[in-house]
């Protein structure tokens, strides 16, 4: 994970930054680069994002260079759904982000994965 992305995240859980600049930094690496799985290990905060507020971001064709330019969208990111980006932001940085292309293995099958993987269920 970048140490950027991971500066953003500990900001939120420590109330210095809102959701939506959030939604924005996972959003740009999730989504950017190509597509080419370099924010694998973000994929459970973009699964709540994609989730809570489909719209919150807008993805525009980058000229002259793959992948996407992200732009934050006019809505807040729901109220509602901060209790779960709340939980995936931390399960993101306790396991470090590791997923594929960011030179980490991810653990398959922890406590913090069976527990998101119960709370995503729930609200499926």
Not at 6 to 26: C, D, N, W
Not at 48 to 72: D, H, K, M, S, Y
Not at 78 to 104: I, N
Not at 108 to 121: E, H, K, N, P, T
Request: hydrophobic share 40%; charged share 20%.
């Amino acid at each position: 994970m970048s140490s950027t992305i991971k500066q953003v995240l500990e900001a939120y859980l420590a109330g210095r930054v809102k959701a939506e600049q959030v939604v924005v930094a996972v959003a740009s690496r999730y989504y950017g680069a190509g597509g080419r799985g370099q924010g694998e290990g973000l994929r459970p905060i973009v699964e709540v994002i994609e989730r809570a507020a489909p719209g919150v971001v807008e993805l525009a064709g980058a000229p002259n260079q793959p992948g996407f330019l992200i732009t934050a969208a006019e809505r807040p990111f729901p109220r509602e759904y901060e209790t779960q980006l709340r939980v995936a932001v931390e399960v993101v940085l306790s396991e470090g982000g590791g997923g594929k292309g960011e030179g980490g293995a991810r653990a398959q099958g922890g406590f913090l994965s069976r527990v998101l993987a119960a709370i995503r269920g729930v609200f499926r």
